[in-house]
């Protein structure tokens, strides 16, 4: 079956925009995490759903990072007044609900702001 | 919070020569997993320890999870260039379905 698609690929904005960046996870996955990735580095935790249900927002750098799964399945992160210092990929994976699951990547969103 | 610190960071071998990358936690794991990552690609789930001393086997790759849970290695037999990449160990620890990724390792296979 298809795994998990991130779009768009790439997105370049010029510091102060909005970005929304759009995951369709695996059908049926009840579990979605969202994924910094700066270049050179792990992937960072920025937040984690259950359903349409966020448990866990406590790796969001700042308030102006938000993200919402409102059906349980699609997810968006919405980065506004973008800063030059977001620039990085942005990595969607998604799992069963088990924390012993493993976790499927999504190719990820490649950010540059200018 | 909780660090996962791996070494080397950046390790080149000939092709044919072995490859092991060191985990380390800053606090006990409930499991570990392991993930590659190609160039220009995305992780990919190689493998999950739960017990602790655990050892798994995949062909070339042997991966082992400490006695304490902090810590975990992965060592790779007469590596092959498709060997190439970023191997990152991920953790969770107590209650939580969130992971803590390492710093990774990136190998370099020369032919």
């Known amino acids: 079956g298809a795994g998990v698609s991130q779009s768009p690929r790439y997105k370049v904005a010029k510091r102060g925009q909005d970005v929304a960046l759009r995951c369709d996870p695996i059908?049926?996955?009840?579990?979605l995490f969202w994924y910094q990735q700066a270049l050179g580095q792990g992937p960072e935790f920025l937040t984690y759903?259950?359903?349409?249900?966020?448990?866990?927002k406590s790796g969001l750098p700042s308030d102006r990072f938000f993200a919402e799964r409102p059906e349980g399945s699609v997810s968006t992160l919405k980065i506004q007044r973008t800063q030059q210092e977001d620039s990085a990929v942005y990595l969607c994976?998604?799992?069963?609900?088990?924390?012993?699951?493993?976790?499927?990547f999504g190719p990820g969103t490649r950010l540059t702001v200018l | 919070g909780q660090q996962v610190m791996q070494i080397p960071q950046y390790q080149h071998v000939q092709e044919g020569e072995d490859f092991t990358t060191y985990c380390n936690s800053s606090?006990?794991?409930?499991?570990i997993q392991w993930y590659k990552q190609r160039p220009g690609g995305h992780p990919v789930f190689l493998i999950q320890?739960?017990?602790?001393?655990e050892v798994k086997k995949q062909k070339r790759l042997t991966f082992q999870f400490g006695e304490a849970k902090k810590n975990s290695s992965l060592h790779i037999t007469a590596t092959q260039t498709t060997d190439v990449g970023t191997y990152f160990c991920?953790?969770?620890?107590?209650?939580?379905?969130?992971?803590?990724f390492g710093t990774g390792t990136l190998l370099a296979v020369q032919p």
């Open positions: 994976a998604s799992g069963g609900t088990s924390s012993y699951n493993e976790q499927f």
């Open positions: 059908s049926g996955h009840v579990s």
């Open positions: 759903f259950q359903n349409e249900a966020q448990l866990d």
């Open positions: 606090t006990t794991l409930s499991n």
């Open positions: 320890l739960v017990k602790s001393g």
């Open positions: 991920a953790g969770r620890g107590g209650a939580t379905n969130k992971l803590i």
